[in-house]
């Protein structure tokens, strides 16, 4: 799949991989037993497994998908989790905390460390005390690293040059480092002819690190089995190009934020099963036709004037190659929603039900980024849902503009396309956050009360909890709102419920 002059990006619930394990199937879940295990024996378990395994027992089921992350709290081995947070004028010192490590490493098996993060909000250690400690941590046996150190953006006056580390530095060199996490620290010696692979490194995480396009490229090919790249606020990337021999076993990749981001290519990259993608338009961008995509998030911060038919393109050639018939999550904003309802002479219908039938067929949950809710954007989410022809689609969000994007009441508002028929009979979730009862969201509701037979509950996180007159409403449409308020098929709430969340809802957060 291919865009050239102008570009677009990506969304679920996906396939349980190594990193994000997810989801599983309903019956892999019926038959989990180990579940039924008191907690403090599952942490136990976890605790006599290498890192990397215990992270994929997340596959069990979802009670197992963040479980591995408490095996150093509950099961006496905390000392496996060592956790350093440097504070202005707080003890103990760097100088103590360096001792503290290295005293460690003495102590054989007995010192082994699992996790071991250092936050420093003031840092007080130089660039060779910052050598000395990766150096003891790797001693240690470390597996999951994470180093994060305040982010200081440069003065006129005074500039600030960001603390710089070797790759691979004696932590990343040795054996045992499989989880890697750096945030605001430079990085050199990417391109020394000393620098040795990463054997171990699966996962690496980098957030407002000043690599470039070069530079990055040589950080995959020095990590043969890397899995999981997630890229936040690297202002210094333009052009992220991914090939066949450094993404091999590559299967997520996460962007956002990346200020002068113009150019993605993972087309080669047919082991990727999870793309996710916020920022501003592309001027190029590459997917591969041939993986087979489990979650795919796209939202496109710019104006949709931009780059219309490179993403036109990329959309058509995703329903042409049916990359997607196993996507199980999707996420786009309502530029995209834009882009896939004009693409040039639309979809027929006996196209979009070959077409679709295939490549929303295992969809279970949507979720729309509404940058503007009127008209035209409620015509864009029919023309979206009829020609997807997602029938299993069971759990919907949609995310309103938190500031409403026109009056409550806007008598112009025609949305001018019929609502799809049969679209949404396995519907059974939706939740709408950001709900201010104009003219077009009460006419978005309405639909989903009609259409989706199977709905238990919809969500309505919104500032009234009484609902409001609105006029341009047909008083069908309105008694049939205050009919599921009042039976309770029609939840108010002016919190949102964390018990109620979208699969991408975090996605960034580890970034």
Request: with cysteine; glycine share 6%.
């Given at each position: ?44 378990i976890l605790s006599l497994l290498p890192l990397p395994s215990a992270i994929r027992t997340g596959a069990l089921s979802r009670a197992w998908r963040d479980l591995w992350k408490r095996r150093w709290q509950d099961d006496g081995n905390a000392a496996a989790f060592l956790r350093h947070h440097l ?8 100088k103590k905390l360096l001792e503290c490590l290295e005293l460690r490493q003495s102590q054989g098996r007995r010192g082994r460390l699992d996790r071991c993060s250092l936050v420093a909000d003031n840092p007080a250690m130089g660039a060779r005390q910052f050598g000395r400690y990766l150096d003891a ?282 609502p799809p028929e049969d679209v949404l009979e396995n519907l059974k979730v939706v939740k709408i956050t950001n709900f201010n009862w104009n003219r077009i969201e009460v006419q978005l509701v309405s639909f989903l009360l009609r259409k989706a037979s199977s709905l238990h509950k919809l969500v309505l ?51």
């Open positions: 799949m291919s865009l050239e002059s102008d570009g677009a990006a990506t969304a679920k619930r996906p396939r349980p991989s190594a990193e994000d394990p997810s989801s599983h199937c309903e019956a892999a879940e019926a038959a989990d037993r180990i579940s039924a295990l008191p907690e403090a024996m599952q942490l136990h504070r202005p004028c707080s003890s103990p010192s760097s941590a790797a001693r240690c046996g470390v597996e999951d690293l994470r180093v994060e150190l305040p982010e200081k953006p440069p003065s006129p006056d005074t500039p600030t040059k960001a603390t710089t580390l070797r790759f691979p530095f004696p932590a990343a060199a040795g054996p045992a480092l499989a989880r890697l996490s750096l945030r605001g620290i430079g990085v050199s010696g990417l391109h020394s002819r000393a620098a040795r692979p990463c054997s171990a490194l699966e996962v690496v995480r980098l957030h407002s690190v000043p690599v470039d396009d070069r530079g990055l490229a040589r950080m995959l090919a020095l990590c043969p089995r890397i899995r999981v790249l997630g890229l936040h606020s690297c202002s210094a990337l333009r052009r992220i190009a991914v090939t066949a021999a450094t993404g091999r076993k590559l299967s997520s990749v996460t962007i956002a934020g990346c200020s002068w981001l113009i150019e993605v290519d993972v087309a080669a990259v047919s082991s990727l099963r999870s793309f996710r993608y916020t920022g501003g338009f592309l001027s190029s961008f590459y997917l591969p036709d041939n993986a087979a995509f489990a979650d795919l998030y796209i939202c496109f911060d710019a104006q949709r004037s931009c780059n219309v038919r490179i993403c036109q393109k990329v959309f058509s050639d995703w329903f042409e190659s049916r990359v997607c018939s196993k996507l199980t999550a999707l996420t786009i904003c309502s530029n995209v929603l834009f882009v896939v309802s004009s693409l040039p002479n639309g979809i027929s219908h006996a196209e979009s039900a070959k077409v679709g039938g295939h490549f929303f067929q295992s969809m279970t949950e949507l979720q729309l980024l509404m940058l503007d809710m009127k008209a035209p954007e409620l015509a864009n989410i029919y023309v979206f849902l009829k020609n997807s022809q997602c029938s299993n689609l069971e759990r919907l969000f949609v995310q309103l503009p938190s500031i409403p994007s026109g009056p409550l009441v806007d008598s112009s508002n025609y949305v001018g396309v019929e996180v919104t500032p009234s909890l009484v609902p409001l007159d609105v006029i341009g409403i047909q008083k069908e449409d309105l008694l049939l709102v205050g009919e599921a308020v009042a039976n309770g098929k029609i939840i108010l709430s002016k919190l949102d419920d964390a018990a109620t969340k979208p699969f991408h809802s975090d996605v960034f957060a580890e970034v």
